[in-house]
């Protein structure tokens, strides 16, 4: 299942995967050290937070099933951070640092009405996450740079009408490397098969069943310490969606569920040890990693992806995308 150095390139060249979408030198990008993190933004007191950002205390992980009347709050939830993440990344440029990604996404948090989750969420200092190249998330919005050739991942989650939204996607800076297109391609569409693969009254498990093989035939790797997460209510909520395949895991899927499905992959070892920030996640052996994320309803049927704007545009793909691609 797994690839091999001189097994062919997946991508169909005839290459062999080392010296194609394996190539380990153009794969490698610049180590990114920690920046300087300015002051928290402030959000006008109109703008109601979740409870946490005024007690210091997060609520416990419990499971976010939603009725008629929550669902049209969490889908304008999940419409607002797909709307913050899609005009958050447009602004992805070389020499732009991911401060600035911050203040324009947070704005837009604002003059949208919503709480950026982030903020404050147990100490958090930033309105999203930015994990460019070699971290694999929680990266702190500072004063470095974009360079050409770069990937960052946005995440963005909007509080609106008592609702967390949750979606990420990760982009390419200037001239996109063909090596690190291999990875953040085969990530979106990881994340959309392990969608596409929810029923109703059947196990959670068929997500990571969907992912891992995938990722691991195009030789990445998938993060196992972290996974999505129950939301609606809560931010991070019951169930723990692993994108592993688990054989301990026994979660059941039933219509009105909502949960994220994020998943990060790797070009290197998926190890990795937090920064002295408390927050960034660095890849061991720095290699780069990427990950997108969506917000789905469990429908009667399958799964539903909520995190897209009122007329369908999201940065993290769509299930008429993956068709497209497989
Ligand atoms: N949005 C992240 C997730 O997908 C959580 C970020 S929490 C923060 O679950 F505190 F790091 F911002
Ligand atoms: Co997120
Ligand atoms: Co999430």
């Known amino acids: 299942m797994k690839l091999k150095a001189n097994d062919p390139c997946w991508c169909g060249s005839r290459d062999k995967h080392k010296r194609c979408h394996g190539d380990r030198s153009a794969l490698a990008r610049p180590a990114v050290a920690l920046g300087n993190v300015s002051a928290p933004r402030s959000v006008p007191d109109e703008i109601a937070r979740p409870s946490y950002v005024t007690t210091g205390i997060v609520p416990p992980p ?61 100490g958090f200092p930033k309105s999203i996450c930015t994990s460019v190249n070699g971290v694999v998330c929680h990266g702190i919005p500072d004063d470095r740079p974009l360079e050409d050739g770069d990937i960052v991942n946005i995440d963005v989650t909007a509080f609106v009408d008592g609702m967390h939204g949750d979606t990420s996607a990760t982009f390419h800076v200037g001239t996109p490397v063909t090596a690190l297109a291999g990875l953040v391609d085969t990530t979106r569409e990881a994340t959309l098969r392990g969608i596409a693969a929810i ?39 019951a169930p723990h969606v692993s994108h592993h395949v688990d054989r ?48 789905v309803l469990v429908t009667d049927t399958a799964a539903e992806i909520l995190t897209t704007t009122h007329d369908g545009r999201t940065a993290a793909g769509t299930l008429h995308d993956l068709e497209r691609a497989r």
């Open 62 to 122: 419990t499971p976010q099933i939603q009725d008629a009347e929550s669902l049209i709050r969490l889908r304008r939830a999940c419409a607002v951070a797909a709307e913050i993440l899609l005009r958050t990344g447009g602004q992805v440029d070389v020499g732009v640092t991911t401060e600035e990604l911050d203040r324009v996404a947070h704005d837009l948090h604002v003059e949208l009405g919503a709480y950026p989750s982030d903020l404050g969420y147990r």
């Open 248 to 295: 301990h895991d026994d979660v059941v899927v039933v219509p009105g569920m909502t949960f994220t499905v994020e998943p990060m992959l790797c070009s290197g070892r998926a190890r990795f040890h937090r920064a002295r920030d408390g927050w960034t996640e660095h890849a061991d052996d720095d290699r780069p990693c990427a990950q997108f994320e969506h917000t």
């Open 199 to 237: 029923r109703p009254f059947e196990p959670l498990q068929r997500i990571a069943e969907a992912i891992e093989p995938f990722a691991e035939s195009r030789g990445y790797r998938v993060v196992r310490e972290y996974g999505g997460h129950g939301i609606g209510e809560t931010f991070h909520g």
